[in-house]
């Protein structure tokens, strides 16, 4: 019952977390720190030249989004399996020492 009750709070305040802002400023316009930090540098100096321009520009503003979503979901994927290889591995070698536990014969006094 505990555990239920600490798993709910929990998703209670990661909710929290995310709605707070949406509620405070719902008017604000989400940007990117990059984009911010270029606008601002851009802003304060005339004279400012990028130092390269990018291999690869999406077309629109969804498209970069579901780019970044992919990256994200790439990377949670790779991240998802190297942490149940590892856990599967960690099983294999307890359940492994276990049975060799249970093979050797106990030594008399």
Known sequence: MRRHLVTALLVLAVIALFATPLLLDGGSEYAGTDSQATELIEDSDDGY???FESVFSPGSAEIES????MQAALGGGVLGYVLGRLKGRRTAERQRRTAEEAATPPVAP
Request: proline share 14%; net charge negative.
């Open 49 to 51: 030249e990028p130092w």
């Open 66 to 69: 579901g780019l970044f979503a």
